[in-house]
């Protein structure tokens, strides 16, 4: 029987691995010119913003539709979470014959990642929210950004990346009477892009989003099965469930075709 310190400290590791998995949006900004910001530099941005020291314990502010700034921890030495809150859409309820207005308290991650020359910020959001958080963040530390996008080229490089096979495409035609088309792979068919049929439909059409299906194998050697949408906007849907270890890996075949 492990003794309770070992067990403790394995569940904390565990659940550390798994405290923002699931399925979401993520997407990401990085500085329109190179800065060079270090960890207490940025840290005293946000107090300063503050006025309080975010890194201790929670502002809790006045909960809007607008996202808020609510806590900041780092994850890492170089790694740092923010975490903002704000109003979901509203639902009805009867509670003893009354009718109450229910506004859920929804919470959305940013993390930045401190580089040598500058910063990237993942959004860790829904999809609608992810552009108002990297302007919300932008607008915090006083650092004009702009959100990366994906060339047909850059998602066919992650593609290859993460040796993925697609399996979904919407494209936008260049003219016709259809303007945006899509297509699934049959069950015979391993990968959309092996088909000819497809290739020469939609060739000279542009890629919005692509539906792309791989298997990871974790780091204690179980394998999963990922599912991801990506658009050319450049955000990645996690249509599958996935645990930092998958999400890091996505983000390394991001950083790598990007070259940051």
């Known amino acids: ?13 565990l659940i550390s691995k798994y405290k923002f998995a699931g399925k979401g949006s993520v997407s990401w900004s990085i500085p329109k010119e190179r800065v060079n910001i ?15 020291d975010i890194f201790d314990h929670e502002l809790r502010p006045r909960i809007t539709r607008e996202p808020a700034l609510n806590k900041a921890e780092w994850l890492d030495n170089d790694v740092m979470r923010l975490e903002f809150v704000y109003k979901d859409r509203s639902y009805f309820i009867e509670d003893e014959y009354d009718i109450k207005e229910i506004w859920p308290t929804r919470r959305a991650s940013i993390l930045v990642t401190l580089l040598k020359d500058g910063f990237i910020i993942e959004s860790r959001a829904e999809f609608h929210q992810a552009s108002r958080l990297h302007r919300i963040v932008s607008s915090l530390i006083g650092i004009e950004t702009q959100i990366m996008d994906f060339s047909d080229e850059d998602i066919k490089k992650i593609k290859d990346a993460l040796d993925a096979r697609k399996r979904l495409a919407r494209h936008k035609r260049a003219g016709g009477d259809i303007d945006v088309i899509e297509m699934i792979a049959s069950e015979t068919l391993n990968d959309l ?4 049929e497809y290739c020469e439909m939609l060739s ?13 194998t974790m780091v204690n050697g179980f394998e999963l099965d990922i599912t991801i949408y990506i658009n050319n906007n450049g955000s990645i849907w996690f249509v599958s469930s996935a645990p930092e ?4 890996h996505v983000f390394s075949c991001v950083r790598s075709v990007k070259g940051l």
Request: hydrophobic content about 20%; overall charge negative; proline content about 2%.
């Open 1 to 13: 029987m492990c003794p309770k310190k070992e067990l403790t400290t394995e569940l904390l590791n």
């Open 193 to 196: 892009d092996d088909s000819e």
């Open 38 to 52: 270090k960890k207490d530099e940025f840290q005293e941005i946000l107090k300063k913003k503050t006025c309080e």
């Open 245 to 248: 270890e998958v999400r890091e």
């Open 204 to 216: 000279g059409d542009e890629l919005k989003k692509a539906g792309y299906k791989f298997r990871y």
